[in-house]
C-alpha cells in the first residue's frame, strides 16, 4: 500500500508483485492519483496538488521500475515508463 496524499484524505495506491516474480513488471492500482497524461484531480488547490506530485515522484516514481503497469480508477492503463518523462511538465503545467 502507497499512501498518496492530494487527491482525496487517505488516498492510496494498492502494488502488486506477486512476491517479487513481477518485480520488473509490478501492478499498480492508482485508482484517481494517477492517470496517463497525470495526476488527478485536486479541484485547483496548490497545497494539495504539491502533495500529490511529492508523493508520486517519491513513492511511486522513485520507487517503481518503468515496467510497472499502471490501473487508474478509470481510463486506459498505461506504465511508469510512459509517464515518466513527463513529470515535470505536470508539476509545471499546475494540474
Known amino acids: 500500500?502507497?499512501?498518496l496524499r492530494g487527491h482525496t484524505p487517505?488516498?492510496?495506491a494498492l502494488c502488486y508483485d506477486a512476491g517479487g516474480?513481477?518485480?520488473d513488471t509490478?501492478?499498480?492500482f492508482t485508482g484517481d492519483s494517477l492517470?496517463?497524461?497525470g495526476p488527478g484531480n485536486t479541484e485547483h488547490?496548490?497545497?494539495r496538488f504539491g502533495q500529490l506530485m511529492?508523493?508520486?515522484e517519491e513513492r511511486v516514481f522513485g520507487t517503481l521500475p518503468d515496467?510497472?503497469?499502471v490501473y487508474p480508477g478509470h481510463g486506459k492503463d498505461t506504465t511508469l515508463g510512459t509517464e515518466r518523462p513527463h513529470v515535470q511538465e505536470w508539476r509545471a503545467r499546475g494540474w
Open 1 to 3: 500500500m502507497i499512501h
Open 10 to 12: 487517505g488516498s492510496i
Open 21 to 23: 516474480e513481477l518485480a
Open 26 to 28: 509490478p501492478h499498480l
Open 35 to 37: 492517470f496517463p497524461g
Open 45 to 47: 488547490d496548490q497545497k
Open 54 to 56: 511529492d508523493d508520486l
Open 67 to 69: 515496467g510497472a503497469w
